[in-house]
């Protein structure tokens, strides 16, 4: 392998915890509403119960083509959970602030590794946000060649010209362009596109490696 391309959301960095009812109530408050904790958790419930219910993941379809419709539809399924208009902000704020998204144990330290053996390194998310600020605050930006944001280009995943994107700005053939991801439709559709993949189990957690070092033997660095 002559680069490695990554996923970002469940990949790199977790997605389980993203909204947190400490950071919601913080929100909140800067918007002039009243949170405990317990309440902050009980508005995350009920908006992800929303959100990620097969009518949400409908209407979600599409979404990161730009940040517009991103911000559009997401906010809308949230007030449909039942929020008001400054809780709505509040919890949008918190989905992308970069604080809000943390790497998994191993991302730095196999990112670093990748890129002190000056092997090129990318992400490519389907992505409705700038997710470089999230890598920057942990170190890790110098590590990537490129970015590939679906927001940017108006491609998503599982659409192979998307892939074709990325391997070019790495500069490799895409046949010699290790692709990670975590989801078995849109990230293992890479190979459509010529890619090697390997696909991380669907379980995570913050706390526990994601498993990426398997990625420095599949490239030949360990």
Request: glycine share 8%; charged share 25%; aromatic share 6%.
């Amino acid at each position: 392998m002559e680069a490695v391309l990554f996923d970002f959301s469940g990949t790199l960095f977790d997605d389980t915890g993203v909204l947190d009812p400490p950071a919601l109530v913080a929100a909140a408050a800067r918007r002039g509403v009243d949170l405990d904790e317990a309440a902050a958790g009980e508005v995350i419930r009920q908006t992800l119960a929303h959100v990620d219910s097969p009518e949400g993941f409908a209407a979600r379809e599409g979404c990161d083509l730009s940040q517009e419709a991103h911000r559009t539809v997401w906010t809308t399924l949230i007030a449909e959970s039942g929020t008001g208009p400054e809780l709505t902000e509040a919890l949008y704020e918190c989905l992308t602030d970069p604080a809000a998204w943390q790497p998994y144990p191993d991302t730095v330290p196999v990112l670093e590794e990748l890129h002190s053996r000056e092997i090129p390194v990318g992400v490519l998310s389907n992505i409705g946000w700038d997710i470089r600020p999230a890598f920057d605050r942990v170190g890790a930006l110098d590590s990537l060649r490129t970015v590939v944001l679906s927001c940017e280009h108006g491609l998503a995943k599982p659409d192979p010209a998307l892939f074709a994107v990325a391997c070019a700005r790495l500069g490799a053939d895409p046949g010699r362009v290790l692709y990670v991801g975590d989801d078995p439709v849109k990230d293992g559709a890479a190979v459509r596109a010529g890619l090697p993949v390997y696909l991380l189990p669907s379980e995570r957690d913050a706390r526990t490696p994601r498993g990426l070092a398997a990625v420095l033997r599949l490239v030949g660095t360990a």
